[in-house]
């Protein structure tokens, strides 16, 4: 390893990362003439926000697989960046084996950033198309670590390329000479360069055909097996992370319904959102087993439901749902749901 | 025995500097009425091309160069432009990805569905509005009167494909063309569009075409399958029983990827290497070199699209036993 290693570094009950009543809202109201409306003979400067992630809270412990799921627009993505410092929370708290990180800055940030890398969902867009693949290799490995010889890096970025199955001798050559699947193992590579411990991984093989996909699914569970890397897996495919993942967090609408074990979460789902979106899973080879039908639309994050956001689409909803937001409780081993009706026993 | 689609040997072409692409390398496959069939394969395997081509869509540089594509009847290949455009939107209608794509943004969906309507039908402009409200609540979408004069934009991606669907279907065609039409949807909202895909071809007794590279959805939906690969349909027959028992190794290979087949965590069953670009796809079978069983045969000569089991489907595969009654070919 040409690297340092990171020092060891003390893990509490806080787990490796946790997040603690996390809050992302987008301004999006624009500009002071966007912004001022008439009403009722008055001219009232209104702002407009995307509630994208509310009161988010989990815990992920050391090696493990933590996916996130839910459609789109559920504010999986804001928050796997959140997560990273991407974007700064408005409110709550980010811990890194129990130091706080959302408050840090840029300088401050440094050491934490070599432990938290990510892959993004498109290998056409995330990697520099001037760059060669040794040039995107080499620069994390370089910035973090400014005195590494040249020789140096080149042995890193040879045995990282060969680490994630792609020959080092085309290091000098550019993403377009890549296929899909090849660009996304330099995109698993360069987030490998800096040895992380915590890799977030955001859509990684839903831009990849099948038989691509499981090339690079692999790889990422060897990657995890041979550096005890832990990842949290943004993605939608419901398949994939039943595939993956030891823990799954569904969400919808900005807010963390269940979070479960992925087995229970999968054999038993709990919250009604989380009932209808495994049933609509297409399964090989079996028919239509009728899936859970969710009445009306996923309303916008601009205007959120009172009480319960799913409230509008929830055949189990009753007045309390309507008015009082359901607190996430652990209800049985490990499994954390938030919803009225679960806690009431109605469900 | 004639079918309502006869797609044989099909070819199509791409005309670029450097010489002729052939995309679709001699496909054959048919389609009787009110049967649901589906096309499978990777990105670049062909299989939009060959939707395309049943409408005579190519665009250029692309051209069918050779094979035929008989719809009740008439070659569809050659039939003159004019002729074509009687046919396609009318008998046989096409719905794609991307609804955003697909809708004109500046025009109501109402004028969109009278508009394809009054270009195939000799109808007035009241008759035509009565059977775009029929249509749209057939595709179940609240309030229709109210939907009928608003814009595309107003509409989320799931009610804008139900209009896609509904507008396919207003002139009450014989085969839908669906190419990969819930890729763009989340899954629960996938569910409720193959829902109603299928429901309504059952009931009006349509024949549909399903585009894609899912082949959960392909499994649940349609009675018939071909799976194609660089060009060429590499194994086809019943759903069922191709997707339970698949004979080629190139369709073992996609159905032993897929995640939900396996215990979780195991390793995946990957398809080393990825398809060949249609400029240099291998002599003898396009699968071989990525072909656990590939033998010299293989790498030699092309395999004939054969019948096995008991004649209920049709594999290229020199690794595959043919019927015995069928003898060598």
């Known amino acids: 390893m040409t690297t340092e290693q990171p020092k060891p570094m003390k893990s509490d009950e806080n787990g490796l990362l946790a997040l603690k009543q996390v809050v992302k809202h987008f301004d999006i109201s624009g500009g002071l003439l966007d912004r001022l409306r008439f009403e009722k003979g008055k001219i009232i400067n209104q702002r407009t926000t995307v509630k994208a992630v509310n009161n988010v809270s989990f815990t992920i412990a050391p090696g493990e697989t933590f996916s996130v799921v839910g459609e789109s627009g559920c504010g999986k993505s804001t928050l796997a960046r959140t997560t990273l410092g991407i974007y700064p929370p408005n409110s709550g708290e980010i811990l890194y084996r129990g130091t706080r990180i ?3 800055n840029a300088q401050q940030m440094l050491p934490f950033r070599r432990k938290m890398q990510m892959i993004f969902q498109d290998p056409y867009a995330s990697l520099n198309p001037r760059k060669t693949v040794m040039q995107t290799l080499e620069e994390p490995v370089v910035f973090h670590n400014p005195s590494i010889s040249a020789v140096q890096v080149k042995d890193r970025v040879a045995e990282v390329m060969s680490q994630v199955g792609v020959d080092p001798k085309w290091a000098s050559r550019y993403p377009h000479e890549f ?16 040895d992380p411990e915590f890799i977030v991984a955001d859509e990684p093989v839903s831009a990849l055909d099948v038989s691509i996909q499981a090339q690079i699914l692999n790889l990422l569970m060897d990657a995890q097996a041979q550096r005890g890397l832990t990842y949290m897996f943004i993605t939608h495919d419901l398949s994939v992370v039943e595939h993956i ?28 959102y989380t009932q209808a979106l495994l049933s ?12 859970v039908k969710l009445k009306g639309e996923v309303p916008t994050p601009i205007n959120l439901p009172s009480g319960c956001v799913f409230h509008g689409r929830c055949i189990y909803a009753n007045p309390r749902c309507i008015e009082e937001i359901p607190e996430a409780r652990s209800v049985e081993n490990k499994v954390i749901v938030a919803c009225h009706a679960v806690e009431e026993g109605r469900l | 025995m004639s079918h309502l689609l006869e797609v044989n040997d099909l070819e199509v072409k791409f005309g670029l500097r450097q010489g002729d692409l052939t995309a679709i390398n001699g496909i054959s496959f048919n389609l009787d009425k009110g049967e649901r069939m589906g096309l499978v394969g990777e990105s670049g395997a062909g299989k939009s091309v060959t939707g395309f081509a049943i409408i005579n869509l190519i665009s250029k540089p692309g051209f069918i160069s050779g094979g035929r594509v008989v719809f009740n009847g008439r070659d569809l290949a050659a039939l003159s432009e004019e002729a074509m455009r009687e046919i396609r939107g009318n008998q046989i209608s096409m719905i794609f990805q991307d609804p955003m794509m697909t809708l004109n943004p500046v025009l109501t969906i109402g004028t969109q569905m009278v508009e394809t309507l009054l270009a195939h039908r000799s109808i007035t402009r009241a008759e035509a509005e009565a059977i775009s409200l029929k249509k749209l609540k057939k595709v179940q979408i609240p309030s229709p009167e109210k939907r009928l004069a608003q814009y595309p934009h107003e509409f989320s991606g799931g009610m804008r494909q139900r209009i896609v669907i509904a507008i396919a279907l207003v002139t009450d065609p014989e085969i839908i063309v669906a190419d990969e039409p819930t890729t763009a949807l989340d899954v629960t909202i996938q569910a409720e569009i193959m829902d109603l895909l299928q429901q309504l071809c059952e009931s009006e007794d349509t024949g549909l075409i399903l585009i894609t590279h899912d082949l959960a959805v ?3 939906v349609t009675e018939k399958i071909a799976v194609m690969y660089a060009g060429k349909i590499v194994e086809s027959g019943l759903t069922d029983r191709v997707v339970n028992d698949p004979k080629h190794p190139y369709t073992q290979g ?5 995640p939900g087949s396996l215990q979780p965590g195991a390793r995946l069953n990957q398809i080393p290497g990825m398809m060949p670009t249609l400029t240099d796809i291998p002599p003898g079978c396009a699968f071989n070199p990525r072909c656990p069983l590939c033998e010299a045969i293989c790498r030699d000569q092309e395999p004939p699209f054969i019948p096995v089991d008991h004649m209920t489907r049709m594999v290229a595969c020199h690794m595959v036993k043919p019927d015995p009654n069928m003898g060598t070919r």
């Open chain 1, 179 to 194: 296929s899909g699947g090849q660009r996304q193992r330099i995109s698993i590579a360069r987030a490998l360069m800096v």
């Open chain 1, 280 to 291: 609509a899973i297409p399964k090989l080879g079996r028919k239509k087993s009728g899936h």
């Open chain 2, 254 to 258: 996609l159905i032993k990827a897929l």
């Open chain 1, 245 to 272: 993942s030891s823990r799954v967090a569904v969400m919808y609408l900005g807010t963390l319904c269940e979070l479960s074990p992925a087995k229970t979460l999968f054999d038993s789902p709990r919250h009604p």
């Open chain 2, 218 to 220: 392909v499994s649940q």
């Open chain 1, 102 to 104: 959302d408050n840090k």
